[in-house]
């Protein structure tokens, strides 16, 4: 059972916009580090953006400047917003939640979402 649920995704040309979405449940939403990761085919997923256990928030050299990445506490959802897309960004991403209880972790998730960039 796949409890993140990602969308947004998409082709668009060099320079354009997307946003990305993922939902998820709020009893993983509320103890979670949470962000978004990417795949190329054959290389390894690459973290792009994320929300620390502290709060604090981590780019990727590659996306800093670019990317933002935001949330929305009552509907338990984050979000991608990727300008200035470039053809290196197309990938597969991949919303991931790391739920943290008192004596251990659960990592969860999305299906990924495909996003093409090229002109």
């Known amino acids: 059972q796949v409890l993140l649920a990602e969308s947004g995704g998409g082709s668009v040309q060099p320079g354009e916009s997307l946003r990305l979405s993922c939902k998820m449940p709020?009893?993983?939403?509320?103890?979670?580090?949470m962000g978004w990761y990417r795949q190329v085919q054959r290389r390894e997923r690459e973290r792009v953006a994320f929300?620390?256990?502290?709060?604090?928030?981590s780019y990727s050299a590659s996306v800093k400047g670019r990317f933002t990445i935001s949330r929305d506490d009552p509907q338990s959802t984050i979000y991608l917003r990727m300008n200035s897309l470039e053809p290196d960004d197309t990938a597969v991403y991949f919303c991931?939640?790391?739920?943290?209880?008192?004596?251990?972790?659960?990592?969860?998730w999305g299906q990924g979402i495909q996003v093409n960039v090229s002109s």
């Open positions: 929300f620390g256990a502290d709060g604090r928030v």
């Open positions: 709020s009893e993983i939403f509320n103890r979670s580090a």
């Open positions: 991931n939640a790391i739920a943290i209880y008192s004596h251990y972790q659960q990592t969860y």
